[in-house]
């Protein structure tokens, strides 16, 4: 199985075992990118988190040549939901170094696009799998 498929399939399995929104979001981080629950996850997502699901078929677009693109998405909705979207492109951009206009740019964003969503209650986390296979895998 891809990269893309197996983030899908964390999202659809946890989906039905999250209590929030929110703990959906930080679950994903925690299964797909390696960022712990509590106050160690700081830690975490300073170091990058985990490559929990390694491998490729993101969109070319969102494709940065590395097997780590699952790890960059369900890192950055985990880090979204603890302390926001408008703190965590800051980071992404200033200490991150992912310049908006390169493949880790456009991902950060797709991904403080879902955990908006998925926070709004306009994405239902149980129609995550079908969010991230539309946008963020090759078809």
């Given at each position: 199985?891809?990269?893309?498929s197996?983030?899908?399939?964390v999202?659809?399995?946890?989906?039905s075992?999250?209590?929030?929104?929110r703990?959906?979001?930080i679950?994903l981080?925690?299964h797909?990118?390696?960022?712990?629950r509590?106050?160690?996850?700081?830690?975490?997502?300073?170091?990058?988190?985990?490559n929990?699901?390694?491998?490729?078929?993101?969109?070319?677009?969102?494709?940065?040549g590395?097997d780590?693109?699952?790890?960059h998405?369900a890192?950055?909705?985990?880090?979204?939901a603890?302390?926001?979207?408008?703190?965590?492109?800051?980071?992404s951009?200033h200490?991150?170094?992912?310049?908006?206009?390169?493949a880790?740019?456009?991902?950060?964003?797709?991904?403080l696009?879902?955990?908006?969503?998925?926070?709004?209650?306009?994405?239902?986390p149980?129609?995550s799998?079908?969010?991230?296979?539309a946008?963020?895998?090759?078809?």
């Open positions: 199985m891809d990269a893309c197996e983030l899908v399939d999202a659809n399995r946890l989906a075992a999250s209590s929030t929104p703990r959906f979001l679950d981080g925690v797909a990118g390696g960022v712990r509590g106050p160690l996850w700081m830690l975490d997502a300073a170091s990058g988190g985990r929990r699901i390694s491998g490729r078929n993101f969109r070319r677009e969102l494709d940065d590395t780590g693109q699952a790890r998405f890192g950055t909705v985990a880090v979204a603890r302390i926001g979207a408008p703190l965590t492109r800051w980071l951009i200490v991150g170094r992912d310049a908006p206009d390169t880790d740019g456009r991902l950060t964003d797709k991904a696009d879902f955990a908006r969503l998925v926070r709004s209650g306009e994405l239902p149980t129609a799998g079908d969010w991230i296979r946008h963020l895998c090759r078809s």
